[in-house]
């Protein structure tokens, strides 16, 4: 009879499934954020340019 060994089939070294969930989610959160702060920073550069516009029209 073959004498059974604890977890032969993962390696030693792996990371658990849960914590590379966890670091997905992060990495995931902050490209979320990232990107929403490319947008604003969208935004405000095209409301400054409609500011402008609006003043070069009014003078």
Known sequence: MRKKCPMRHQKESSIAPM???R???GI???L???TRKQAVKRWD???ADQDKRK????S
């Open 45 to 47: 550069e095209a409301k």
């Open 23 to 25: 670091e997905a989610k």
């Open 28 to 30: 995931e959160k902050q």
């Open 55 to 58: 003043a070069k029209r009014a």
């Open 32 to 34: 979320q954020l990232d």
């Open 19 to 21: 914590q590379q969930h």
